[in-house]
Nanobody
Framework: VQLVESGGGLVQPGGSLRLSCAASGSIFSINYMGWYRQAPGKQRELVAS???????KYADSVKGRFTISRDNAKNTVYLQMNSLKPEDTAVYYCNNEIDLTGRGVEYDFWGQGTQVTVSS
C-alpha cells in the first residue's frame, strides 16, 4: 500500500490550497483518514480526520477554515484549506487506517508529507 500526497506549495496569507492523498495497493477498506502537520521544532499534530461514516474532527486552530472530505471510490482524502495563516506553515502528512483483507485488522499507513508554506 502506498499513500501519495499532492497539492502543497507556497501561498500568501489569506489564500487557499487543496491537499490530496490517494491510497493505492491491495485495500479492502479504509475507515479512518486523517491529516497531520509538523512545523519545525514542534510535535506532529492532528489537523483533521474523517471516518468511513463521515464523522469529522478538527483541531481548534483550523475550525471554520479547513474542510476534510473523502472519495471512497478513489481511496482519496482531501483537505481544503482556506484563509491560510503563516502559522499554518508545516509539512502535512496523511494517515490512513486500512483493512487489507476484510478480516477487521487495520494497519496504519503514512504519506511522505507535503510542504505548505504561507508567506507574503
Amino acid at each position: 500500500v502506498q499513500l501519495v500526497e499532492s497539492g502543497g506549495g507556497l501561498v500568501q496569507p489569506g489564500g487557499s490550497l487543496r491537499l490530496s492523498c490517494a491510497a493505492s495497493g491491495s485495500i479492502f477498506s479504509i475507515n479512518y483518514m486523517g491529516w497531520y502537520r509538523q512545523a519545525p521544532g514542534k510535535q506532529r499534530e492532528l489537523v483533521a480526520s474523517i471516518t468511513s461514516g463521515g464523522t469529522t474532527k478538527y483541531a481548534d486552530s483550523v475550525k471554520g477554515r479547513f474542510t476534510i472530505s473523502r472519495d471512497n471510490a478513489k481511496n482519496t482524502v482531501y483537505l481544503q484549506m482556506n484563509s491560510l495563516k503563516p502559522e499554518d506553515t508545516a509539512v502535512y502528512y496523511c494517515n490512513n487506517e486500512i483493512d487489507l483483507t476484510g478480516r477487521g485488522v487495520e494497519y496504519d499507513f503514512w504519506g511522505q508529507g507535503t510542504q505548505v508554506t504561507v508567506s507574503s
